[in-house]
C-alpha cells in the first residue's frame, strides 16, 4: 500500500534492543500505559511484546485481567515468562503467533496495544485482520509508530509512518479511527475499532 516494510531482524541483539537505555526518555511507557484508559479486568493483547517491556506495565494496570503477550521469537517468550515470574504476575500468557496470525483467541481482546511494531509486520493485512477477530464487541487497537511527517526525529523512514498510511492499512483490514492522541512526543498514538457494517454501509 506505498510503503517498504522493515525487516525484522531476528538476533540476539535484537532482543537487547527493547531494552535500549533511552526507551524510557523517548517512548514514555508509563504516560503511554496510563493514557490508555483500562481497567482491572481488561484482557489486553502485547502485539510484539519482545522481552516484555510493555507486557510487565500492562499486568500490574490490569491485576484482575490478563496480558496475552505475543511475539514471533520463542527467547523473547521465554525472557517475558521468566521476567513475569519473577515479579509474581500470575496474570502473563505468552503466544507464539506467526507471520500471518497473531495466534488470538476471537472476540475476546479488550485492547491490543502494538507499540513500534506494526511498520515491520510481513504481512500487514493478514496480521491485522486477525487481530481485528480477537476483539471484543467494544476491543479496540492502539497502534504507536514513530511520526513518519517529522524528519527531525532521527529514526530512519523505513521505521516511520504517517498517519495517513496507518489509518489507510487499518481501514482496508476492517478497522476504523476512533482518536488520535497528541500523548507522545515522537510517536502517533492512533486508537482502532471495528468497522459497524450495517443498513446503508457504504452508501452514498
Do not use: C, W
Not at 531494552?19 to 526518555?25: C, L, S, T
Amino acid at each position: 500500500m506505498g510503503r517498504e516494510i522493515a525487516r525484522v531482524v531476528e538476533t540476539e541483539h535484537s532482543l537487547s534492543v527493547s531494552e535500549r537505555p533511552d526507551r524510557d526518555v523517548r517512548e514514555l511507557p508509563d504516560r503511554l500505559v496510563a493514557s490508555l484508559g483500562l481497567k482491572p479486568s481488561d484482557i489486553v493483547a502485547d502485539i510484539g511484546a519482545g522481552e516484555g517491556y510493555y507486557t510487565l506495565r500492562l499486568a500490574r494496570t490490569v491485576p484482575h485481567g490478563r496480558v496475552l503477550a505475543v511475539d514471533l521469537l520463542v527467547p523473547a517468550l521465554d525472557s517475558v515468562a521468566a521476567r513475569a515470574a519473577a515479579e509474581g504476575l500470575r496474570n502473563v500468557q505468552t503466544v507464539l503467533g506467526s507471520e500471518t496470525d497473531p495466534g488470538l483467541p476471537d472476540g475476546r481482546v479488550d485492547l491490543a496495544l502494538i507499540v513500534v511494531s506494526y511498520h515491520e509486520f510481513t504481512y500487514p493485512y493478514e496480521m491485522m485482520t486477525g487481530i481485528a477477530r480477537s476483539l471484543a464487541p467494544d476491543g479496540r487497537v492502539v497502534v504507536i509508530e514513530y511520526r513518519g511527517e517529522d524528519e527531525t526525529i532521527d529514526v530512519p523512514p523505513v521505521h516511520r509512518m504517517t498517519a495517513e498510511q496507518i489509518v489507510r492499512e487499518m481501514d482496508a483490514a476492517g478497522l476504523e479511527l476512533r482518536q488520535a492522541r497528541d500523548v507522545l512526543p515522537q510517536q502517533h498514538m492512533l486508537e482502532f475499532t471495528k468497522r459497524v457494517e450495517g443498513p446503508g454501509a457504504g452508501s452514498s
